[in-house]
Every structure is written in C-alpha cells, then in structure tokens.
C-alpha cells in the first residue's frame, strides 16, 4: 500500500480504506506542516491550520476528481487555509527576538558562539526577507523552494499561468537578492576575521 500512488490512496480511501488515509498523511506530516510553520511562522498556528486542512481532506475527499494530482489538490486546500489565516491576522505582527548572552568564554568558544549567533542572525535576516515579499510572490516561492513543486504544479495549486508563477519567482528573488545584498559582504569579513585562528 506504501507503493500506491496518491491518487490510488485516495481512492482506496474513499472506499473505506483507512490504512490508506494513514500513509497519505504520513506522506504529507513533513512537508505540509513545514510548508505551513513558514507561511504563517507560528507553530501554534501552523498545527491548528494542518489539523484543519487534514479535516477538510476528509470531508471533500468525494470531490476529488483526479484532474490534477492530489499533491496539487492538496496544497491549494493548505492555500486556502493560509489565506484565510492571513486575513485574520493581518493587523497583528509578531516579531520574535532571541538575544543570548555568555561570558567567560575562551577565545575558540567565543568565535563559535559568534559563528553561531551569525547564522541564526542570517536566518532570522533570510526569515524576515521572505515575510516581506508580496503575498503572491511568497506563496510561489515556498512552494518552489520549500516544498520543490514544479512550476506546473504551482501554477494548478495557485490557479495561475506557468508563466505567471516563473514570473513571480523571479521577482521573488530579485527583492530577496536586493534584500539581503549586505550579507555577501559580512561573510567575507567573518571570514577574514577567523582565517587567521
């Protein structure tokens, strides 16, 4: 059953295979949540809207009519959820800041620590990049980037042009290259500054 492709766990599904549904969604726990924790960066969130699009899953499998791939199908019903998450929360912004301090480090320690606090601070820098990216482009870069569907798969997922979906990935980079420009230069300069150790 392992083997089956999605559409034949669905359909096995529907028949009343509920072995079926389990290796659907354990095909999908990673992915989809990981998909979804960075579209709406909250975990508590993230968890509630993938219990809801699992729900929804159930309740529309009959509709399911194999026109597109259930991957497909599936990451619009996630779309969907995270839009309408979006509209609830678009007056509130989060912003989450991990400051950690230590002392009495050796120098080895020190540079470590440095190193380490760089790439959290690069991935928050990364993180926050993304955020800012119009809704479009995000969503079409997550899908591209995150979750590695083709521009095919995004274009059914997101109900646009392939064309229109390579066009808002490459908008997407070019704002997350000007973005994040300066990084370039301080990992040369954290390089040069440890060459010597």
Same mark, same amino acid.
């Given at each position: 059953?392992? !083997?089956?492709?999605?559409?034949?766990? +669905?359909? !096995?599904?529907?028949?009343?295979?509920?072995?079926?549904?389990?290796?659907?969604?354990?095909?999908?726990? %990673?992915?989809?949540?990981? #998909?979804?924790?960075?579209?709406?960066?909250?975990?508590?969130?993230?968890?509630?809207?993938?219990?809801?699009?699992?729900?929804?899953?159930?309740?529309?499998?009959?509709?399911?009519?194999?026109?597109?791939?259930?991957?497909?199908?599936?990451? %619009?019903?996630?779309? @969907?959820?995270?839009?309408?998450?979006?509209?609830?929360?678009?007056?509130? %912004?989060?912003?989450?800041?991990?400051?950690?301090?230590?002392?009495?480090?050796?120098?080895?320690?020190?540079?470590?620590?440095?190193?380490?606090?760089?790439?959290?601070?690069?991935?928050? $820098?990364?993180?926050?990049?993304?955020?800012? +990216?119009?809704?479009?482009? $995000?969503?079409?870069?997550? +899908?591209?980037?995150?979750?590695?569907?083709? #521009?095919?798969?995004? !274009?059914?997922?997101?109900?646009?042009?392939? @064309?229109?979906?390579?066009? %808002?990935?490459?908008?997407?980079?070019?704002?997350?290259?000007?973005?994040?420009?300066?990084?370039?230069?301080?990992?040369?300069?954290?390089?040069?500054?440890?060459?010597?150790?």
């Amino acid at each position: 059953m392992t !083997a089956a492709s999605d559409e034949e766990l +669905l359909r !096995a599904y529907q028949e009343g295979d509920m072995s079926a549904f389990e290796v659907l969604l354990s095909r999908y726990r %990673r992915p989809l949540f990981t #998909f979804l924790l960075r579209s709406v960066r909250d975990r508590g969130r993230a968890e509630e809207i993938y219990q809801d699009v699992w729900m929804r899953v159930i309740e529309r499998a009959d509709q399911f009519r194999g026109d597109s791939k259930f991957s497909t199908w599936l990451y %619009r019903i996630t779309r @969907n959820r995270c839009i309408d998450h979006q509209r609830r929360m678009q007056f509130r %912004r989060h912003a989450s800041l991990d400051v950690v301090g230590q002392s009495g480090e050796s120098l080895g320690e020190r540079v470590a620590t440095d190193q380490t606090a760089m790439r959290s601070t690069l991935q928050q $820098r990364i993180g926050a990049a993304v955020e800012q +990216l119009p809704d479009d482009q $995000r969503e079409v870069f997550l +899908l591209r980037q995150v979750q590695g569907m083709s #521009f095919q798969d995004i !274009a059914a997922t997101v109900e646009i042009s392939v @064309n229109t979906a390579k066009s %808002r990935m490459r908008y997407a980079l070019e704002r997350l290259r000007e973005a994040l420009s300066d990084l370039e230069e301080h990992a040369h300069e954290l390089e040069s500054e440890t060459h010597g150790l």
